[in-house]
């Protein structure tokens, strides 16, 4: 690691954004300890002057999470901006789901749906239920639910076999409390599919969750709490106390044979 950090100081010296960038994740990462963590954020701002589109990227997370730095989500939207406008994939997902969090309010660039349409014609699934999120929430669009349908189902053909891509459609489509974004049969339908074909999904938690929460949409209740039983089983070998209370909530409202509901998305 000694060896490592006086390449990158040397790439430095000699104007590398990359190796100030690299540098900068690594002291911010404590990988040359506690005490020289600082040293990581003037070699980002340095990187990010120079217009590189990761460290902005990295900056953006930091100021989101309040890692470092003061949390400031207006300096976050900027950085995830900035590095969206230099087309950094990264940064165009991130940034969507910066706009869905619920827990701040926060202008979006008109580019946004630009940006991640980019990404969708790329074939990227994610960018496809970020887009479908976005109208489904009239987030940075107008509220369009059967268009969000659309997008969720665009991004279950391009991607059938991801997990995470699936299992967040039906996510929303099976619990959400707005009837024009609801779908509880394709819910179901998507979620047989994956948890009867892949084994690995058929053991976490999560996904055990959402098969749970599409089966009690569509009033199957005592398979509900079968299949929520079992993510139980899974998630107490994971030793989460907050996974535990939020599965054994659920597991109590399929019991009274009552489907789960939430703001979408």
């Keep these: 690691m000694e060896q490592v950090l006086d390449n990158y100081v040397h790439a430095v010296a000699l104007g590398s954004l990359d190796a100030a960038y690299a540098l900068g994740v690594l002291y911010l990462s404590d990988h040359y300890g506690e005490d020289n963590v600082a040293s990581g954020l003037p070699l980002l701002q340095q990187a990010v002057t120079g217009g590189h589109p990761g460290a902005a990227l990295f900056l953006g997370h930091l100021h989101y999470q309040g890692r470092e730095v003061e949390k400031d989500i207006e300096k976050a939207a900027s950085y995830y901006v900035q590095s969206a406008a230099a087309a950094n994939p990264a940064a165009r997902i991130a940034y969507g789901r910066f706009l869905l969090d619920r827990t701040h309010q926060v202008d979006h660039d008109e580019r946004t749906l630009v940006w991640l ?5 790329r074939d990227s699934a994610e960018a496809m239920v970020l887009i479908g999120n976005l109208h489904g929430r009239g987030v940075a669009t107008a509220q369009r639910p059967r268009r969000a349908v659309r997008w969720f189902e665009r991004a279950v053909r391009q991607a059938p076999d991801d997990a995470n ?3 967040e459609v039906a996510w929303v489509l099976a619990v959400t409390d707005q009837p024009g974004l609801k779908r509880a049969a394709l819910a179901l339908e998507l979620m047989d599919a994956l948890m009867t074909g892949n084994a690995q999904a058929n053991q976490t938690p999560a996904y055990l969750d959402t098969w749970a ?8 209740f005592d398979r509900a709490v079968a299949v929520q039983q079992q993510a139980l089983d899974e998630a107490r070998k994971l030793n989460d106390p907050a996974l535990l209370e939020e599965l054994e ?17």
């Design 249 to 265: 909530g659920h597991l109590t409202e399929f019991e009274a044979r009552r489907p789960l509901s939430e703001p979408a998305p």
């Design 117 to 121: 349409k980019e990404l969708a014609d």
């Design 213 to 220: 929460a599409a089966l009690a949409a569509n009033g199957q």
């Design 165 to 167: 891509i699936v299992n």
